[in-house]
């Protein structure tokens, strides 16, 4: 019997979640804390490990019986040296977290960024079960991905692979938040959505978003649109059918370079609306690809949720803990 | 001391090259034959076997001293199988190549697509060596490519990668050689680019191109436009460069998904016109990539030219005979 555990963190800008997990990927313990009001670095880190301490504590395990500790970080990470280079929505600079953690608890740990962490998650217990060769895309607030190849996340020269928010679609096109044009992500990200309804509020178009937001732009999450939608709203059906649209023109580019047995899709848009946009993205794919590309290549909705971040970091943990 | 030979065969609409080539990459002897007025299926083979012949006599080599055959064909490939689906400059339908060559040469055979056979020379022993992941992109009639990655040649589950001719540049733009929209090399290609001077003759737009060729758009080649560049003409300048921008895009979306070693830029147009294109894609690199992202990331030319088709085609020989 394998007893070894292992410590998954996802680290996000409002929450920290740490789970401890075993080696088949069997969550035994959660711990959560909030992350939205820290000030500094030695905040954020307080409540990384007060968060695993917790889980921890839950699970009945001591600090030392942890074999590995894994921890998905929101931005660009330098995976050699375990370092967050920055963390755009919790702006404490560049942070050291492998040492950190290391050091509080007292096991090897291995940092990744998010995306690339919640694409590991699904490939391991999730949608990418099955496959040896995956992409995962998350389309929130912004849009992301992770590329899986024989088996194991694509690191590239860098260490940032999977940037599929910033695939050029449109070089003309709306401005993107990362400052460039007509990246993937102005075009198909619940920002682009945003930004989308705002502009036809501004003209005066009338939508049910507008009553069920009180006209709020920060209230147009993708619950918002689920509610229009399912109300026959027009602008929302709209601007949900261009974003897919979008993925789909992102799918073709992904299946024409890579040929992957899946792709599968999550984040809190997808989650509130994989069954209106997932059959969109299909048809993009099936009108686009070169004949025979898209052959036996599926296209599936995540299936963890917010799990994928703390599995995903499980999968880091293992990996690092067995070298 | 290792004396096998391997047969590389490149495989083209006008030609067919041979080379026996050691296991060093070194090319002993060439044969050469014609492939443009072949009428079916067999006068093809026959052409194909014709050069392996020539290029093994010249060698001295017996068919059986031949280790393992490569060869790389200009359209998919099911690489399974060993057999052409089809090749739009050979129309002589879907041909069983591994299966007639093994036959023939009595070695075991290889097939792959041409382009990410030439992927497959640069990396071995061209402008990709000393990386372990690299993407070729070669740009003439089409725009085609391939991905090394960890030291292999990535096929994905269709065997169909790479094609980054097939990149969705601009969902709205002109119309591809594969009846689709937007595609790469419907912006950057000879043939985009003959488009381009076509719209602009026929628009009256005075240009050096007209007199270097007759206004005759078949000899709107590469040369043409290089000797067009170097008179100053405003029109060869304008199409050049906006080949390179597009290309430039289409280098963005490589790195900011696959973040490989380096870049590697082969086919006609290059071979004439790298020294102008090149500098104007590191812009469009420098400009769009995200903070970090094409760090370290090398642009170069192809080094091998008309040889990298047979030299990957013995590597591929290798990797068969090895197995």
Not at 24 to 53: C, F, H, N, P, Y
Not at 162 to 187: K, M, T
């Amino acid at each position: 019997m394998n007893s070894k555990v292992y410590l998954g963190i996802d680290l996000g800008g409002t929450k920290v979640l740490s789970a401890v997990i075993n080696a088949k990927g069997q969550i035994l313990s959660r711990g959560k804390k909030r992350t939205a009001k820290v000030e500094d670095r030695d905040q954020l880190v307080g409540q990384i490990i007060a968060s695993a301490q917790k889980a921890l504590h839950e699970a009945g395990t001591a600090p030392g019986d942890v074999a590995g500790v894994g921890i998905g970080a929101p931005g660009p990470v330098d995976t050699e040296r375990g370092v967050v280079l920055e963390m755009p929505n919790i702006p404490v600079g560049c942070l050291h977290l492998r040492s950190e953690l290391e050091t509080a608890l007292g096991a090897p740990c291995a940092v990744d960024n998010d995306v690339n962490v919640g694409t590991l998650g699904e490939f391991w217990r999730g949608a990418g079960q099955g496959t040896s060769s995956m992409v995962g895309v998350f389309v929130g607030t912004g849009t992301g991905g992770g590329i899986i190849i024989d088996g194991k996340l694509l690191r590239g020269k860098t260490g940032i692979t999977g940037e599929i928010g910033h695939i050029v679609l449109d070089p003309d096109g709306p401005e993107c938040g990362c400052g460039r044009r007509g990246c993937l992500e102005a075009l198909a990200s619940r920002t682009a959505m945003r930004r989308r309804v705002e502009r036809a509020w501004d003209e005066g178009q009338g939508t049910a978003l507008k009553e069920l937001t009180g006209g709020v732009p920060g209230k147009l999450r993708s619950g918002a649109f689920r509610k229009a939608l399912d109300m026959g709203d027009k602008l929302a059906t709209q601007v949900v059918r261009d974003c897919a649209i979008n993925l789909g023109y992102g799918a073709v580019t992904l299946i024409h370079l890579l040929s992957p047995e899946r792709i599968v899709f999550g984040g809190g848009v997808m989650e509130a609306l994989a069954d209106e946009m997932l059959p969109i993205i299909e048809g993009i794919v099936a009108e686009r690809c070169l004949d025979g590309c898209a052959e036996g290549i599926e296209i599936v909705p995540a299936k963890l949720g917010d799990d994928a971040g703390v599995l995903g970091a499980a999968a880091l943990a293992i990996e690092i803990a067995s070298e």
